[in-house]
């Protein structure tokens, strides 16, 4: 990384940002990292640009200090302490995933399955910030969301984001379907870890929990593990949403038929790829 100007050298918001670049920094991340440097809200990107020369020797040792951290690969939701997904404002840190965009097509999904104003059961296997859990409860409040999670200091996160946004989302820790309490559902939702170990993609990553990326050697360990235990403890017609990797919807589609599940299918992600895959079990009798 090249070196940080001197205090004497930056005066203005356009310099600080042009010093961002030489840094390799995005010019959207540094935008948002100044705005918040700032104390102003992160989309308020138009008015850096009306105030470009306004004064910022003050806030230059506040700034460079975070630009250092993400010129080194640490994720902006980790420097400005909170992401959004699917419109809620989630706090995150290095205890759990930052939420994807990509995510949200599970979410699309499992709210296409819940009628807005009837009662189910749903539950979400390995749950981070929350941040599928609490969206789904955002958007069906007639839902009972459990969601479970095998770290405590992801629970930790995750119950402070439902507190905050005052969602009654219950948590349970656990792994996988061993900490949901008793009984059926119509919906189980997931997104579990499911990249293979070795990965080369891993080290961009490696700010962000190692237990919650890898699964196996071939990345599906965890998935083969939800997927068995699916039928158990789904309700008869209930569903199984899985996401997974960009590579992987052929395997997954594979597990959930020979799991018994019927109209085995996929959604793509904002990129066209087929990114989550489910199932639904038979009903009986």
């Given at each position: 990384?090249?070196?940080?100007?001197?205090?004497?050298?930056?005066?203005?918001i356009?310099?600080?940002?042009?010093?961002?670049?030489?840094?390799?920094?995005?010019?959207?991340?540094?935008?948002?990292l100044?705005?918040?440097?700032?104390?102003?809200?992160?989309?308020?990107?138009?008015?850096?640009?009306?105030?470009?020369?306004?004064?910022?020797?003050?806030e230059?040792?506040?700034?460079?200090?975070?630009?250092?951290?993400?010129?080194?690969?640490?994720?902006?939701?980790?420097?400005?302490?909170?992401?959004e997904?699917f419109?809620?404002?989630?706090?995150?840190?290095?205890?759990?995933?930052?939420?994807?965009?990509?995510?949200e097509?599970l979410?699309?999904?499992?709210?296409?399955?819940l009628?807005d104003?009837?009662?189910?059961?749903?539950?979400?296997?390995?749950t981070?910030?929350?941040?599928?859990?609490?969206?789904?409860s955002?958007?069906?409040?007639?839902?009972?969301?459990?969601?479970?999670?095998?770290?405590?200091?992801a629970?930790?996160?995750?119950?402070?984001?439902?507190?905050r946004?005052?969602?009654p989302?219950?948590?349970?820790?656990?792994?996988?379907?061993?900490?949901?309490?008793?009984?059926?559902?119509?919906?189980?939702l997931?997104?579990?870890?499911?990249?293979?170990?070795g990965?080369?993609?891993?080290?961009?990553?490696?700010?962000?929990?190692?237990s919650?990326?890898?699964?196996?050697?071939?990345?599906l360990?965890?998935?083969?593990?939800?997927?068995?235990?699916?039928?158990?403890?789904?309700?008869?017609?209930?569903?199984l949403?899985?996401?997974?990797?960009?590579?992987?919807a052929?395997?997954?589609?594979?597990?959930?038929s020979?799991?018994?599940?019927?109209?085995?299918?996929?959604?793509?992600?904002?990129?066209?790829n087929?990114?989550?895959?489910g199932?639904?079990?038979?009903?009986?009798?």
């Amino acid at each position: 990384m090249d070196a940080l100007p001197t205090l004497s050298t930056v005066s203005t918001i356009a310099d600080a940002l042009r010093h961002a670049a030489v840094v390799g920094v995005d010019r959207l991340d540094a935008q948002m990292l100044l705005l918040a440097t700032l104390g102003r809200a992160p989309g308020d990107r138009a008015w850096l640009l009306a105030h470009d020369r306004d004064p910022v020797q003050a806030e230059w040792p506040m700034f460079a200090a975070l630009l250092r951290r993400r010129a080194a690969g640490e994720p902006v939701a980790y420097l400005l302490g909170e992401k959004e997904f699917f419109g809620l404002p989630l706090q995150v840190d290095a205890r759990v995933l930052v939420p994807r965009p990509d995510t949200e097509t599970l979410v699309n999904w499992a709210l296409e399955l819940l009628p807005d104003g009837r009662a189910a059961r749903v539950l979400d296997l390995g749950t981070g910030s929350g941040a599928i859990a609490l969206a789904v409860s955002s958007n069906r409040p007639m839902a009972s969301v459990d969601a479970v999670d095998a770290s405590e200091d992801a629970l930790h996160v995750a119950r402070a984001n439902a507190a905050r946004l005052g969602l009654p989302v219950r948590f349970f820790a656990g792994d996988w379907f061993g900490g949901a309490p008793d009984g059926r559902y119509e919906l189980v939702l997931s997104n579990p870890p499911y990249i293979a170990e070795g990965d080369r993609h891993l080290d961009a990553l490696r700010h962000e929990p190692l237990s919650a990326l890898t699964s196996g050697p071939d990345g599906l360990d965890d998935l083969r593990a939800i997927v068995a235990g699916a039928p158990a403890r789904l309700c008869d017609g209930g569903w199984l949403l899985l996401e997974h990797g960009w590579d992987q919807a052929d395997a997954v589609r594979g597990l959930l038929s020979a799991a018994g599940l019927e109209e085995v299918q996929s959604r793509t992600d904002f990129g066209g790829n087929q990114r989550c895959s489910g199932g639904r079990l038979p009903l009986r009798g």
